[in-house]
């Protein structure tokens, strides 16, 4: 079993910065074979889509949407994965969820934190 932890959301008004925190936890030959970590996003009335994702070695993906705006960074050591959020938007409100990537189709997900982006 894997736990994961999110913290760092909230209230942000546009234009503005917050980082996300996803600190992962449980049986450590699990945590060792966590390949890829992401974070993940779903908006009312949507579907979740991927925000951003971070191989164990350092390569990252991001949704077009995020580009330029967004940097997700790991530290294997801590086991922990982040989320810089910068010049966020309205249409960035949504729940985020932490994602881990076993093999074997196996993953696992965070209890999601609110992010709301308003004036």
């Known amino acids: 079993q894997v736990q ?3 913290s760092g959301g909230g209230l942000v008004q546009p ?3 917050l980082r996300l925190s996803c600190a992962a936890s449980g049986r450590m030959f699990i945590i060792n074979a966590i390949n890829a970590m ?3 996003r779903q908006a009312p009335g949507k579907q979740r889509e991927l925000v951003a994702s971070i191989t164990r070695g350092g390569r990252t993906n991001y ?3 995020v580009k330029g705006r967004f940097t997700i ?3 294997n050591a801590e ?3 982040y989320l810089q959020m910068n ?3 309205p249409e960035d409100t949504a729940v985020y969820y932490c994602n881990a990537d076993l093999p ?3 993953e696992y997900w965070g209890q999601g934190t609110q992010v709301t982006v308003s004036s």
Do not use: C, F, I
């Open 63 to 65: 949704a077009d949407s």
């Open 104 to 106: 074997g189709a196996l």
């Open 38 to 40: 992401g974070w993940y």
């Open 87 to 89: 010049s966020v938007k």
């Open 4 to 6: 994961l932890v999110e």
């Open 73 to 75: 960074s790991r530290n």
């Open 15 to 17: 234009g503005g910065s």
């Open 79 to 81: 086991n922990t994965v």
